[in-house]
């Protein structure tokens, strides 16, 4: 079903929306980004349609909504356990196409792979229903059409606004019935980006030897990575996490379990009993984390980790291009060919 209405009418639908949603999308958040007195485009809650950033890269993902920084997993006294209980209100999120394929990646690792779904995170998952942002031209970090990220169907609903004007294509039966009689009925599909500025060459899985495990490139970021883990956080598809016991007193029989965030390239994640630790060096990381985007995790799921959103190259601190250590990965791959 595709619709046109006004923005003052899109209110009303997302005021009668609120009544059984909570709706997030990328909004601008006030004094919280890097530098002083500086803004930042985060996902947050929304009231209304003009709260919604639509020409602006949010700098963190809306993954948090679905996999919490921190999410209390269950409590605990002396002799009872009892897990955590989440919000009876379903969600609705605004969100670009590469991040719907960064969520799908999430499905991946959380509800399909091995035996048992995780519940905690499909609790959360099963509540969302995609609303579309249509994106046809991406930033200038971009490079999902590489990624096979710029399209997808699976949402409830796509937007485009243009002018004073949104343009709709509802596909979800009850989304639809908040729309009735508060629109004009048209025939409308979104367009997608075709081209980044960046292209990125993905390397063949199967090329990728120990001896390039083994190739001075990953020195390079050794010299240069500091370990903060902001592309680990920023990422939609990065999933790590730790475990974390918070006690309510001090003879540690009352608290509860937590999950927390955690990355491949924050100092303590491969800590092990012992004092033994794995990947010391920043460019092991940089490998490790190359390696998962790339390869390991295509040759499990059938497709790229990475969905080419650039939040990582956007927020590193060192300005290390993920994009452009694929593209050095896939020279190194094809000079060894050549030889």
């Given amino acids: 079903m595709g619709v046109k209405m006004g923005f003052e009418n899109f209110n009303k639908v997302l005021d009668s929306l609120?009544?059984?949603?909570?709706?997030?999308?990328?909004?601008?958040?006030e004094s919280k980004g890097r530098f002083s007195d500086t803004d930042v485009v985060g996902y947050g809650e929304i009231d209304n349609f003009d709260e919604i950033v639509f020409d602006k890269k949010s700098y963190f993902s809306p993954k948090e909504i679905i996999h919490p920084i921190r999410q209390t997993l269950f409590y605990f006294t002396d002799g009872e356990v009892k897990e955590s209980k989440v919000d009876d209100k379903k969600v609705i999120v605004f969100l670009r196409p590469c991040d719907i394929n960064g969520i799908k990646r999430l499905d991946s690792i959380f509800l399909q792979n091995g035996p048992h779904e995780d519940v905690y995170y499909k609790r959360l998952r099963e509540k969302v229903k995609f609303f579309m942002i249509e994106c046809t031209e991406g930033f200038?970090?971009?490079?999902?059409?590489?990624?096979?990220?710029?399209?997808?169907?699976?949402?409830?609903?796509?937007?485009?606004?243009?002018?004073?004007d949104v343009y709709l294509d509802i596909q979800d039966n009850e989304i639809e019935s908040y729309f009735n009689e508060n629109g004009d009925e048209i025939d409308f599909k979104p367009?997608?980006?075709?081209?980044?500025?960046?292209?990125?060459?993905?390397?063949?899985?199967?090329?990728?030897?120990?001896?390039?495990?083994?190739?001075?490139?990953?020195?390079?970021?050794?010299?240069?990575?500091?370990?903060?883990?902001?592309?680990?956080?920023?990422?939609?598809?990065?999933?790590?996490?730790?475990?974390?016991?918070?006690?309510?007193?001090?003879?540690?029989?009352?608290?509860?379990?937590?999950?927390?965030?955690?990355?491949?390239?924050?100092?303590?994640?491969?800590?092990?009993?012992?004092?033994?630790?794995?990947?010391?060096?920043?460019?092991?990381?940089?490998?490790?984390?190359?390696?998962?985007?790339?390869?390991?995790?295509?040759?499990?799921?059938?497709?790229?980790?990475?969905?080419?959103?650039?939040?990582?190259?956007?927020?590193?601190?060192?300005?290390i291009s993920f994009s452009k250590c694929i593209n050095k990965l896939n020279q190194i791959v094809e000079g060894d060919k050549n030889e």
């Fill in 140 to 164: 200038d970090s971009c490079y999902c059409v590489s990624m096979e990220a710029n399209k997808t169907d699976n949402y409830s609903l796509a937007i485009r606004v243009n002018d004073n």
């Fill in 191 to 319: 367009d997608y980006i075709k081209e980044n500025k960046i292209e990125v060459n993905i390397p063949d899985p199967e090329s990728l030897t120990n001896e390039v495990f083994e190739n001075p490139i990953w020195k390079e970021y050794s010299q240069r990575c500091i370990g903060c883990g902001r592309c680990n956080t920023s990422c939609i598809t990065c999933s790590c996490f730790s475990m974390q016991d918070v006690f309510y007193d001090k003879n540690k029989k009352v608290g509860e379990r937590r999950r927390v965030w955690a990355g491949c390239h924050v100092d303590g994640f491969t800590d092990m009993a012992g004092g033994h630790t794995f990947r010391e060096k920043y460019g092991d990381r940089m490998r490790f984390k190359t390696m998962h985007k790339i390869n390991d995790f295509y040759k499990r799921f059938g497709f790229h980790m990475c969905v080419g959103c650039g939040r990582c190259t956007d927020v590193c601190p060192q300005y």
């Fill in 18 to 29: 609120k009544e059984n949603y909570k709706i997030y999308g990328p909004k601008n958040i």
